[in-house]
């Protein structure tokens, strides 16, 4: 009998999928005809979405998340925007896909950590005087509430590209989020993977004509000899609110004419032979705040946060190096994006009136400008580190996350591959009149051109054992560009919340209105006046005294450090699904015995 039932709940076991080994029901043979011979193949985490009773269990179980969801109207004491620069749909969902074929599954099952928060909205992009817009322009909008011309930063759109004396007229200048929290109080501070001075940064403490003039070289070349506008360098560490930021973290040392760690071709230099590092540790030391400058991971693990009022870090000569080129265990390299993250937030939380963070992962953008997927997205995974690494240190009761992007790119991601072929990988179709594989990820333009004329057509190159899974790898494009040139793309992006007042993002908006709610949400700037108290964790989720079974349930349901559970993740789901699979299985035996 007892022989009868273990066979009993070991079948009851395979058919919930609790045993069935990864990767055990690719022996039993995998159909490829929608992926290229060869092409790398991950397996399905189980095989229960085979029935429909798994798609109505998971839609339920979205159904239970949405009605348990519970909007917090206190007053954020922090915020944190995450900006993907870049990040368009494509390559989130690209990313969500290589996150689970790196953990050894198909991957589109998956979500990326923002995907689990319970506020979405879509953000339109254009400049007010381009179709598809740049990281300044869009920079302006969502770090300020007010849009603006293409290339230019922190000015409104009376300011043309390049017209400097325009930029000076104080009326045409635009204060940021940043700028906002310092008159509140509030700590502040950014990192970023590219430099401290380029666009996205640049976008919370500079009022530029031209996001180009990160340095004094790039502006004499356009206005000549003229003291009048200030290179973006100089405005960071001379001007409010560059100088008062607390953290500073990035790239740029040759933009800053630091003193360089290697040889490097200049692109950005100083004529004026300014080294603003020093001038930046010159002016704290006078104001008698404790301060530290650090050039590498070891400098930086080794300040203490509890006793430094400002950071400057310079990890990278220009942009810090890509994620696929960094050796992680060098102290004497660059930081990741994770480690800076975790660093500013432990520097920052100090005071009491809370923060305001910035964190960019600057570097997605310049993969797809190379059309170089894998560097892309790995990238977007590192910035997914740094947000995973903030919702661990941070109360999400009283701190608003917002996740976004500032533009879209031209990646595509073409069908019909099969379920679980490598995002990097190649696929097949029928109709494709030449007959060979291409590309999953391939883009509308740049320098991944790569076509011949044979004497009657023209072709496209054989990707037949090509390794289009190489960090190298150059994605086909089909208008060609100069060097690391593909452009942006024009859709619309995804911003993504949680936390206090997130539920105000909830339809189409213009990018500016990200500006609105950050300071809406935390009573800064245009909305300094709400007198909006912190809530308590009582009101926030209207928890019942009687019951602390179900205040723990709607704690874990309405806070946002919580995971998703599916039927594939669930505990609780599966643990019912066992209690009556064992109960058929009895009164089975039952039977038998009768």
Known sequence: MIMVIMQELVHVMLCLGTLLPVGSWAKQGVHTGGSAPGSLHFPRPHTRDNDASYWMDLGKRDIEDALLKTDIKGKAKNVILFLGDGMGLPSITAGRILKGQKQGYSGEEGYLEWEKFPNAALMKTYCVDRQVADSACTATAYLTGVKANYYTLGVSANVEYEDCEASLNEENRVDSILKWAQDAGKETGFVTSARVTHATPAGLYAHSSSRKWE??????KVLGEQDKCKDIGRQLVEDEPGRSINVIMGGARQE???EPQWEEEIKCGRTDKRDLTKEWMKHKKDMGKTHSYVTNKKQLKNINLDDTEYIMGLFGERHMPYVVHQNKTDMEGPPSLKEMTRAAIKRLQKKEEG?????EG?????GLHETRPVRALNELL???EAVIEAMELVDVRETLIVVTADHSHTMTINGYPDRGNSIFGQAQYEYVTDGM???TLM?????????????EKVMRPNLTGVDTADESYMALSAVPTK???ETHGGEDVIAYATGPWSHLFHKVHEQSYVAHVMAYASCLGPYADCKRPVESLENVYKVDKDDDDDDDDDYEKTTNKYKRKTPNSSASLHSSLTVIFIAVTLLKLLNLRN
């Not at 923060?355 to 964190?359: A, D, G, T, Y």
């Not at 600057?362 to 310049?366: M, N, Q």
């Not at 883009?443 to 004497?455: H, I, Y």
């Open 382 to 384: 590192a910035f997914e």
């Open 215 to 220: 340095c004094d070289s790039k502006m004499i």
């Open 256 to 258: 800053m004419g630091a």
């Open 443 to 455: 883009f509308t333009n740049g320098p991944g051109w790569n076509f011949t004329w044979d004497g």
């Open 362 to 366: 600057g570097r997605i953008d310049h």
């Open 483 to 485: 060097p690391d040139s």
């Open 355 to 359: 923060f305001f963070l910035m964190v």
């Open 437 to 439: 594989p291409y590309t």
